[in-house]
């Protein structure tokens, strides 16, 4: 979430009751066992949004691994190299000692005893009202909780997933009339009917286990509900092998990264790649998260695609840079353009200790709006993980660089050991088919089909499709026989559908609700002069096209 003076004004957000049920009557998302009430944190697939997915998926795996950056050069002027790798979900529990995940990889977690209800304590935030036409509230010198309100007496106490006060919008969609880098945000908003100023502060952890006895229950309001907050690890634990026994504890991963970094070596000492190359990495991760929740958006199942990109720590800040800005430019080329999708650069006070820059690719989700929610994280984190695994596993993690360190007198290079830096862009692939179909869907009255999903073509599990205009006449026949033209060009892309039932106005609004870019229509001009309709998706508009020409202008729209 972002900082509210970064806050653009924003249109009304879509309705996210409105895109769930359409992914679920359109077979894009679906509740994980959804016939036994569901289970809280996982979701499942459907057809469409299976192939959306992969669609994802396979267009990071192109731009990042096997042609990385479009073929651009990186910033030492040559081509940027990367090269795949893939680990399992269960490691040595060492790894994660090594991470520092056993120890602290932690959500602080309350619980309400009345309702059952619970939250992160680090989600809680006190908010501080007063009259508007009294001076501005500040929280200076007073007690956590106490109210200074046109309603005295009452506590208000407020959830939200930011992870600092700064970026306090989208709790309620206010706009701050002042925000101080202190970590507190001044709003003008309403108040049990009564405008007032709000300044909102997070509790600290160390007001919250003091005065969790008096802190009002978020759920309930009233006091003495909560519980103490304490730490719970994210990491899901299972057993490996039959016994069972405390040694054979594991861990499902919570990220796919550390793979990689126990891999560095391996990779470096098996393939041509020299410093500096990235390895890319892409599955399923686990994390227990305390409160999933916003759809498919912190969920406790799901995918990462991550790039530990490995150089000499010289050239480290050069290339942090250079891949902060093409991963939001990969973004936006996918279809998050416009003022929905921000980079946002982190405070130095929210670093961690052993990085020294990290940017968010934030999208403005509806739940979110009209602030933004992570996308990705692209970390600069110095050669942290490499000490890490040294250090607990003994192996040696140094890369020795041939192409650096001393001439010899024989004119060859002595060659420069170091362990090397790591840029990682870290992106969510669910958090990145959520926010393309959020920003896909697409509401417009005036349409004989009002909703409709806005993809780009590249991603769109459905690149065309193929109408008879009536089921006779030799129409079916030659809708066929492009039908199979098309799937046997593109089936690697996505799905070309044929249909002849219903009207053609109803197979239209099909396709659209299913984002389908184009669909094709055979009739009565094209048995005579061997042409077809197209009729394209956002516009609704109508052209001609030779059927011979089909094939070339799918394949040009979809960038094949
Ligand atoms: N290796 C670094 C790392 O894992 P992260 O910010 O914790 O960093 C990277 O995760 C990305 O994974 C996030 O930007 C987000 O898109 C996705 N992600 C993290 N937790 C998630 C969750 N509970 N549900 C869905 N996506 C999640």
Redesign the pocket.
Known sequence: MTDPANTTASPAPKSMDAIMALCKRRGFIFQASDIYGGIN?FWDYGPLGAQLKKNLRDAWWQDMIMRPCWGANGPNGQPVRCVPLETRIIQHPKVWEASGHVAGFNDPMVDDKETKGRFRADHLIGAFCAPIDAPAPTTAGLPAFTIVSSTPGEAVTILTDDKKLRKLLGVDGLEPVAASSSGQALFKCEYKGKPVHALFAQVPMETLKAQFGNIPSPFTGKPGSLTEPRQFNLMFKTYVGATASQDDIAYLR?????GIFVHFKNVADTTRVKMPFGIGNVGT?F?N?VT?RNF?????E?E?M?LEFFCHPDESQEWYKFWRDFRMEWWKRIGLAGENLILREHDKDELSHYSCGTS?VEYRFPFTAPGFG????I?HRGNFDLTQHQKHSGAKMEYNDTERGEILPNGGRRGERYLPHCI?P???????VLAILCEAYTKDESRPSPEFMKFNPRVAPIKAAVFPLVGKDGMPEVADKLHAELSARFWRLGAIECDEKQTIGKRYARMDEAGCPFCFTIDGDTLKDQTVTVRDRDTGGQQRIGIDKVSAFVADKIGE
């Open positions: 944190g919570p990220e796919t990264a550390q991760s994390r998260e999933p498919t958006f912190r969920s406790r799901f990462q991550e968010d992570e996308l990705e994280g970390a990682e870290a992106a969510g692939l669910d958090r990145g």
